[in-house]
Nanobody, 121 residues
Framework: QVRLEESGGGLVQPGGSLRLSCAAS????????MAWYRQAPGKQRELVAI???????HYTDSVKGRFTISRDNAKNTVYLQMNSLKPEDTAVYYC???????????????WGQGTQVTVSS
């Protein structure tokens, strides 16, 4: 069993900052990709940022220069530092981790429960 626990969402004024965290626990052998998605009301879920072991992080165009994704492999945790937040960043943010639960097992995706980020004055 693998569990992803997110934290750090909330209400912030435009121009403010938030830091999201997502820690994985349970039967984890190795983690390949860690990512953040978001889903605004009435819209499809979209990839915000992804960080893969040994590769350069990738960001969706709308957050480049404002958001930074990072990971702490020792803690099985991924972070999303969000600066200069805009009202259009309002959404439920979901963590996704692609990992193996044992030697030779296939890569599987796991999702967090989601955390609400609201940017409003």
């Amino acid at each position: 069993q693998v569990r992803l626990e997110e934290s750090g969402g909330g209400l912030v004024q435009p121009g403010g900052s938030l830091r999201l965290s997502c820690a994985a626990s349970g039967s984890i052998f190795s983690i390949n990709a860690m990512a953040w998605y978001r889903q605004a009301p009435g819209k499809q879920r979209e990839l915000v940022a992804i960080i893969i072991s040994g590769a350069t992080p990738h960001y969706t165009d709308s957050v480049k220069g404002r958001f930074t994704i990072s990971r702490d492999n020792a803690k099985n945790t991924v972070y999303l530092q969000m600066n200069s937040l805009k009202p259009e960043d309002t959404a439920v943010y979901y963590c996704n981790q692609e990992l193996r639960t044992g030697w030779g097992t296939p890569l599987s995706h796991y999702w967090g429960q989601g955390t609400q980020v609201t940017v409003s004055s």
